[in-house]
């Protein structure tokens, strides 16, 4: 195998092989050159307590949209994509920008229907969507 050959065997088989092995361990740590590891352990608990949410409103944290049936979103801190069922939420319509739910309080309460954006919530003690800080 000649020098040419080698290195595009290498430009090719890097990118692909790569996530494997930098990826292989599970239990690697966390570091940073900024920050000691308490304080990287402390922002990444911070960053799960997003909502100034109260308990039982529905928040939207984020969308990942490709296509009617190929998104992901992050609702009440959990993912849910196309085949994700709950029993008291259903996801009615995705777009980029926004989601649309039939909500329902309770087994015998009618659902509410609500649209919501990335960082907004439904407060249900009010019936209001708040934007989040």
């Known amino acids: 195998m000649n020098n040419r050959s080698l290195s595009t065997a290498v430009m090719f088989l890097v990118p692909i092989f790569f996530p494997f092995l930098c990826c292989a361990q599970e239990n690697i740590p966390q570091t940073s050159l900024f920050f000691t590891p308490q304080e990287t352990y402390d922002a990444s608990h911070e960053a799960r307590k997003i909502a100034p949410a109260g308990k039982g409103d529905l928040r939207l944290d984020a969308i990942i949209y490709y296509g009617d049936n190929d998104w992901t979103l992050w609702l009440q801190g ?21 989601a649309t739910f039939d909500w329902k309080e309770g087994v015998t309460a ?3 229907k609500i649209t919501l954006k990335p960082n907004q919530y439904y407060q249900i003690s009010t019936g209001k969507i708040i934007a989040q800080p």
Do not use: M
């Open 78 to 98: 959990e993912r849910w994509t196309p085949d994700t069922i709950r029993e008291n939420i259903k996801i009615l319509r995705v777009t980029p920008t926004e």
């Open 110 to 112: 009618p659902p509410q």
